[in-house]
């Protein structure tokens, strides 16, 4: 942790020291020489960073306020988007948004949570966290998604269901529940992308998946560090303990087996460049729709059922 701060440190003061370079006029060959030393050592440490990071710098980072959420790729990845509202039983949940959309020609339907940027949108957005009727709007969305035969797309951004009482009161579980089985039967493509946090069961109400991507700085897992280090060691410091032991970044999952990809971010994380940040993960998408689209409707539901049953399933090696 020591040494990535020093090298954070540096790092920013270089890239202060390049916007300074870069922002002079009249630049000689010693300057240019100069600026590409600057940037070549800036390359190096973000390297040395990205190769030392902990679980928990990878939950700071999948925590990062400015990392492009849901309404960011719909922006940059679909056209033709038209939000859908309501779960036609009680209301709107704005932590969910749902609309139909194109994704390279192809109608699809898109389910994502978003999270907010400043304090009026995350209030709006109840910070993320969805109520039961987030969760019945989804799966109505992604029913009519069935009856017209379009692909499903699912951005998961969320620390977890609303736990307030009004929530449980309406049916949090059930509605998660009831997810979870419906998905599972769905009888078209489906690619659930973690793009930020995925925590607990409110991420997997529309995880559901095909395919299940991860951006390589995102996180998934039942519970956060802060919360298995209160229940684990009666102390919330150990955060960093407990990240590394429950084994919630995207490498882990793929060593595990859990997930099906880890999509690239750009150099030192998605917040700092959102455009090349989607246009990584427009490849990962394309990529796997593309084999999706070649499975019968009959075999995906199988695959689906198999891939799921499977995950977390060790076996000891016989002596």
């Known amino acids: 942790m020591e040494a990535n701060d020093k090298a954070q440190q540096e790092l920013d003061q270089i890239e202060r020291q390049v916007a300074v370079i870069e922002a002079s006029a009249g630049q000689s060959d010693e300057t240019h020489r100069q600026l590409a030393q600057l940037q070549e050592r800036v390359r190096s440490l973000r390297e040395e960073m990205k190769a030392s990071q902990t679980a928990w710098q990878k939950t700071e980072l999948a925590r990062h306020p400015q990392r492009p959420q849901t309404l960011d790729y719909i922006e940059r990845l679909f056209t033709d988007w038209s939000e859908i509202h309501g779960d036609r039983t009680f209301g709107d949940d704005a932590a969910i948004v749902c609309g139909m959309a194109r994704f390279h020609g192809d109608e699809i339907l898109v389910v994502g949570t978003q999270k907010g940027r400043d304090m009026k949108q995350r209030v709006y957005r109840n910070f993320g966290t969805p109520h039961p009727e987030g969760y019945r709007k989804a799966l109505r969305v992604m029913q009519i998604a069935e009856k017209f035969h379009r692909p499903i797309f ?166």
Not at 204 to 233: F, H, K, Q, T
Not at 278 to 292: C, I, M, P, R, T
Not at 296 to 319: C, G, H, T
């Open 154 to 319: 699912t951005l998961v951004d969320t620390d977890g269901a609303y736990p307030g009482i009004h929530a449980e009161e309406r049916g949090q579980a059930e509605a998660i529940a009831h997810n979870l089985r419906q998905m599972a039967s769905l009888e078209v493509p489906i690619i659930a992308t973690v793009i930020g946090v995925g925590g607990s069961g409110g991420a997997l109400a529309i995880a559901v998946a095909d395919r299940v991507l991860m951006m390589e700085n995102s996180i998934y897992s039942v519970i956060s560090p802060e919360g298995c280090a209160a229940i684990m060691w009666r102390d919330a410091t150990k955060k960093e303990l407990a990240a590394e032991a429950m084994r919630i970044t995207a490498t882990d999952l793929s060593e595990l087996g859990c997930i099906d990809d880890i999509v690239p971010e750009p150099e030192g994380g998605a917040h700092r460049d959102h455009e090349a940040a989607a246009n990584l993960l427009d490849v990962s998408l394309q990529k796997h729709f593309s084999e999706l689209k070649k499975i019968p409707p009959s075999d995906l539901i199988v695959s689906r059922y198999n891939k799921f049953r499977n995950i977390a399933q060790f076996f000891k090696a016989e002596s």
